[in-house]
């Protein structure tokens, strides 16, 4: 079984740009969140999805950012005229229920 | 409010035993779990406990469990190098009305030296 597979591993975008992330969860678990890490801090969360549903997007900045989960394919976290502040890593969870999540490798948003 | 502490950094010697810190606030909280992460990894779960347990021992690990202080250790028996990482303690407030994100630490720096 494979593990939540992410890509791609590290983009580069310049600000004003478009950036979509893609998260694969693992086989079985219809459960996906959304997570950033700001350098030297921990992980903040910031949406959680079941299939073709956004169940909690507290987390979420209000403008630019947006996610889907649908329901074929992968999550996707899309965000739309990146600035310099969004540089993080971007992590993405899949769950078979809301107990265990089990982390992907990431995606490093680097904006120039 | 919701809020998870750590200590930002730890530095022990090959052999010796490691326990890294945690405290949380949200008293719901129904699952709590330490994650490692090395340099530019994902997070991996290494454990986690039930907020009716006191401790649970996995192999070299063991998480104890301070419900009325809200106080989380995980306790690293026979340190080695291998384990230097970023720990992260994590709550899973569900019973708050959350959906089950979770909130997290800082992070424990583990420098294990030889």
């Known amino acids: 079984n494979a593990g939540v597979m992410q890509n791609p591993r590290h983009l580069v975008r310049r600000r004003g740009q478009e950036a979509r992330l893609r998260c694969s969860p693992m086989?079985?678990?219809?459960?996906v969140y959304w997570y950033r890490q700001l350098p030297e801090e921990g992980l903040k969360f910031m949406v959680y999805l079941q299939k073709e549903n956004i169940i909690d997007e507290s987390g979420m900045p209000k403008e630019r950012f947006s996610a889907e989960f649908p329901k074929e394919g992968p999550s996707i976290l899309r965000i739309q005229q990146v600035v310099r502040g969004d540089s993080a890593a971007y992590f993405c969870?899949?769950?078979?229920?809301?107990?265990?999540?089990?982390f992907g490798p990431g995606t490093r948003l680097t904006v120039l | 409010g919701e809020d998870v502490e750590q200590s930002l950094f730890l530095s022990v010697r090959e052999g010796d035993s490691s326990v890294i810190n945690c405290t949380y606030t949200?008293?719901?909280?129904?699952?709590l779990y330490w994650y490692k992460q090395e340099p530019g990894a994902g997070l991996q779960l290494l454990t986690y406990i039930f907020s009716n347990m006191d401790m649970k021992q996995d192999q070299r690990l063991t998480v104890l469990l301070n419900k009325k202080d809200k106080h989380l250790s995980l306790r690293i028996a026979d340190t080695q190098t291998g384990d230097s990482a970023i720990y992260f303690c994590?709550?899973?407030?569900?019973?708050?009305?959350?959906?089950?994100?979770?909130?997290f630490g800082k992070g424990t720096k583990l420098s294990v030296k030889p």
């Open positions: 086989k079985g678990h219809s459960h």
């Open positions: 994590a709550e899973n407030p569900i019973d708050g009305g959350s959906q089950g994100n979770l909130i």
């Open positions: 949200d008293s719901s909280s129904t699952y």
């Open positions: 969870a899949s769950s078979p229920s809301r107990n265990e999540q089990f």
